[in-house]
Nanobody
Framework: QLQACGGGLVQPGGSLRLSCAAS????????MGWYRQAPGKQRELVAL???????NYADSVKGRFTISRDNAKRTVNLQMNDLKPEDTAVYYC???????WGQGTLVTVSS
């Protein structure tokens, strides 16, 4: 099971930190990802982190978002800075190894 939290309403230029807690799997063996789905759009990859901590980001968030993981706490986090209205979406975490999605958490960037 994957439980995501941390979404909310933030003004442009603000920051949010999303967290996803995993249970019931060998978390340390799983590459993890954050995805998002904006209204009327397809779900898209935001960031990936490998078992060893290597990261990849969508071009649209490079330099603003940071994905990290804590294997001891079984969590994967997404620090989002300098948020823009176009970052508004439901954000989902995913265990890439077993293909399991967490429930989404809504991020709204608006003044």
């Amino acid at each position: 099971q994957l439980q995501a939290c941390g979404g909310g309403l933030v003004q442009p230029g603000g920051s949010l930190r999303l967290s996803c807690a995993a249970s019931g799997s060998i978390f340390s063996m799983s590459p993890m990802g954050w995805y998002r789905q904006a209204p009327g759009k397809q779900r898209e990859l935001v960031a990936l982190i490998s078992r060893g901590g290597d990261t990849n980001y969508a071009d649209s968030v490079k330099g603003r978002f940071t994905i990290s993981r804590d294997n001891a706490k079984r969590t994967v986090n997404l620090q989002m800075n300098d948020l823009k209205p176009e970052d508004t979406a439901v954000y989902y975490c995913k265990d890439i190894r077993i293909g399991k999605w967490g429930q989404g958490t809504l991020v709204t960037v608006s003044s």
